[in-house]
């Protein structure tokens, strides 16, 4: 499948408990889909593209498709058990790893969203013209999406994805308008 072709829908945070269960936190707003006995889902990086299976890496053919077993609510994530996951130290290898499906199985975002790997590698300019930086990052933090912009300097700065501060998202010219009265960019 062509880059990008999948999607980000979760997160394996930590091993939870003994056999294998591990903690995901969500990034879809259909987890009941994406998450119910028998589905699958596919182990990723941040950027939306399948990984190698954690104990073989070395191997372009290792890419492992998990099936989910169960999955139960916890702490606003779940607790999932996969089949491919049978013990806790099987489990520590698959901690930090993102979750991905077929981006044809999702339903698409709205006029107004964007899904969260489209925005890595988009340019930030300001609203005055300024070119601030590129996406190279963003974490779900307990404020909200926040994006990491690191700049021609090499430094970065943490940018709230919120409508007081990113005014646009062009997904065609791949630009991340801000406002610049925020303060932010000084």
Known sequence: MPENAFAIIGRIRKPQGIRGDVTVELLTEEPERFFAPGSRVFAGTI???IANHPADRRNPLSRQELRIEEASPYRGGLVV???AI???TTAEMWRQRFLLVPSDEITPPGDDEVFMHDL?????RGDDGRE???VTG???LPQGLTLEVRGASGS????????SVV???DLDARVVLVDMSSGLFE
């Open 120 to 124: 890595l590698g988009m340019h930030v």
């Open 81 to 83: 058990k996969f089949d």
């Open 156 to 163: 970065s700065v943490l940018v709230p994805y919120r409508p």
């Open 47 to 49: 950027d939306g593209n």
């Open 132 to 134: 601030i930086g590129e």
């Open 86 to 88: 049978p013990d806790r």
């Open 167 to 169: 005014r646009e998202v």
């Open 138 to 140: 963003y974490y779900e």
